[in-house]
């Protein structure tokens, strides 16, 4: 995914904060994994508020949080967006209809404008 966001021309970038604005990370992720043929649902709402993006794969549910740090190196996530995940327990809505669940975590820097950090973790 990396080489997904470092062959962004940085023209694209010149006289707008795109960088800054998470709505445009997740845009992109969100088009590849659609690209890929995957059954993708932005914006999934629950009861404790929506989840970015989840991917649901055969018996597996993907559940996504994006943040955006920033300036160069983008200090200040370490894993903000994981822990996000957690504390809203976002995956409620899928214990006892898919065995495994995954919550990641995706931070990336505006200054940078790439991925930052990636924290993952597998329940059930």
Aim: hydrophobic share 35%; glycine share 14%; net charge negative.
């Amino acid at each position: 995914m990396r080489g997904l966001y470092a062959g962004i021309p940085h023209d694209w970038f010149r006289k707008n904060e795109l960088s800054r604005y998470e709505g445009y990370y997740a845009s992109c992720f969100y088009a590849f994994l659609c690209g890929s043929g995957l059954e993708v649902i932005p914006e999934d709402i629950t009861n404790k508020g929506q989840i970015d993006l989840t991917v649901l794969y055969r018996d597996r549910v993907y559940l996504f949080e994006f943040k955006v740090v920033e300036g160069e190196g983008g200090e200040g996530g370490e894993g903000k967006a994981l822990v996000q995940l957690k504390e809203k327990g976002y995956h409620k809505k899928y214990e006892g209809s898919f065995k495994e669940i995954y919550l990641i975590g995706i931070e990336f820097s505006s200054g940078d404008r790439n991925i930052k950090g990636f924290f993952w973790e597998k329940l059930n």
